[in-house]
């Protein structure tokens, strides 16, 4: 009967060992879960850093080419009176040099022949 005693008191230990098996799983469960949603919250924060720094550099960049836009604009305005008041100045040059300017887009457009 000793061998039966025996058996019985590992059946009680098995059962015992496999419900702390059960503690155990459960605990690294919650740890891995734990771990998962820590690292998630911190992906999606470098997430949103980034979105943020991108956002940012882009409206940095409208605005610069915004106001590169405008310099543009204001200098081929200043141009256009420049060239306004040329003209005005020296009507006779101006009549030359578009005269001129027509003779060679002319010569180049047929070759040269």
């Keep these: 009967m000793g061998s039966l005693k025996s058996v019985s008191e590992e059946y009680e230990n098995l059962g015992s060992d496999i419900a702390a ?10 740890s891995v879960t734990s771990f998962l949603r820590s690292q998630t919250g911190s992906v999606q924060g470098k997430a949103s850093d980034f979105y943020e720094a991108a956002s940012d550099a882009m409206s940095d960049a409208q605005k610069k080419m915004s106001l590169t836009a405008s310099q543009a604009q204001d200098r081929m305005l200043s141009a256009k009176e420049d060239v306004g008041a040329a003209v005005e100045r020296n009507p006779f040059m101006a009549v030359f040099i578009a005269m001129t ?3 060679i887009v002319g010569m180049i457009s ?3 022949k």
């Design 110 to 112: 047929r070759g040269w």
């Design 101 to 103: 300017a027509g003779l």
């Design 21 to 30: 098996l059960r503690d155990d799983v459960a605990k690294l469960t919650s």
